[in-house]
């Protein structure tokens, strides 16, 4: 089964604080013409250039924030001052810093959300470079014949930065911790998260690309395991709750064969969604679908008549697979489903997109 999916692991820095400081313009220029032949010559100072600025741009290529740990000081370069014939000095070179798609950029000292870089190529301009002062050329006036004024240039933007990362991927798993997220995701992609009977394998959220066929494919993100309390602090699961924000759907994972037979998946489940509620209700409101793991561990009539049970104590009204995830049973079929319905969501999306142009 293995050999139709592909997908890479990465690894998540999802969090880090820049310095950036623009470029100082450059000074204008006190110059007067001399020429052997031409008897006050006049004023002939250049304008000074404009100060480099500082740009974020997001690159597809790039997955982490672990860069920013050994470089977090970013400067452009200032404009040249202005020179003589009226010569304006040459504008500094802007700097442009690349960091992942779906990393959000806020003021670190006012709180100000300053942009959010999704797609490839998006850029945000974070410092501006300060404008060119004028050279004395540009104060000469009919009273004025030589003057002597010149402005300086201004400094540039300095500022503190926040990055914040969020996972930019189609499909979220969520569960409690050896719910079997890490092995589902290695069932359907290349990605080999590391896998272990304890809690807390995942320490990072893993990503997956999933294809099919050539042209059809999604991004599945597997979540370090929540745990109760995460929306409050507790485990690893508030530092990487945000991360499902931007999926389009949740995949809930439950172990209906626990190595604790007094573990009621019931249970497992009803924590989850009380911790989704409690850190955002429009998380909580996703688009949900149950997904029962280890079914190999039982026999088919079990599996049914768990399956029922579920359903029944949940009301769930979502939809419900059966895989085991270390086997890939069941696993074609979902990955199937997710994107017939990620495909019909796009063609919506194309169509609502359609409707308000043609108004």
């Not at 540009?138 to 930065?161: Q, V």
């Not at 599996?303 to 579920?310: N, Y």
């Amino acid at each position: 089964m293995r050999g139709f999916f592909f997908g890479q692991i990465m690894k998540f820095v999802d969090e880090a604080t820049i310095t950036v400081h623009a470029g100082k313009g450059g000074n204008g220029c006190l110059s007067f013409r001399r020429e052997k032949y031409v008897p006050r010559g006049g004023p002939d100072g250049g304008d000074g250039g404009r100060g480099g600025s500082v740009y974020l741009q997001a690159r597809s290529g790039l997955n982490t924030l672990a860069d920013f740990r050994f470089t977090r000081s970013f400067v452009a370069e200032n404009g040249k001052g202005g020179s003589g014939r009226n010569c304006a000095g040459r504008g500094g070179d802007d700097v442009i810093i690349p960091v992942p798609e779906g990393t959000l950029v806020a003021d670190r000292d006012t709180g100000e959300l300053i942009g959010d870089l999704i797609k490839d190529g998006d850029h945000l301009l974070v410092a501006q470079g300060g404008d060119g002062g004028y050279g004395n050329t540009r104060f000469k006036s009919s009273t004025n014949r030589a003057p002597k004024r010149t402005i300086s240039g201004r400094g540039g933007d300095l500022r503190r930065l926040d990055l914040e990362l969020r996972v930019l991927a189609d499909v979220g798993l969520l569960g409690l911790p050896n719910a079997g997220k890490s092995t589902l995701l290695r069932a359907v992609s290349q990605a080999r998260p590391r896998v272990a009977d304890y809690p807390f394998t995942t320490l990072y959220p893993q990503l997956g690309v999933v294809a099919l066929e050539q042209g059809r494919s999604f991004v599945i993100a597997d979540i370090p395991g929540l745990i109760e309390g995460a929306a409050e602090g507790a485990g690893l699961g508030i530092q990487f709750l945000r991360h499902l924000e931007r999926t389009r759907l949740l995949l809930h994972l439950v172990d209906i064969a626990p190595f604790d037979p007094e573990s009621d998946p019931v249970v497992a489940i009803r924590t989850i969604e009380r911790e989704l509620e409690k850190y955002d209700t429009i998380l909580a409101d996703k688009d949900r679908w149950l997904i029962l793991n280890k079914v190999d561990l039982l026999s088919e009539e079990a599996v049914a008549e768990m399956s029922d049970r579920l359903v029944e104590a949940l009301e769930w009204k979502g939809r419900v697979f059966m895989v085991s995830a270390i086997s890939g049973q069941g696993c074609r079929p979902l990955v199937g489903e997710i994107l017939a319905w990620l495909e019909e969501r796009e063609r919506y999306s194309d169509e609502e997109r359609d409707d308000e142009t043609t108004d």
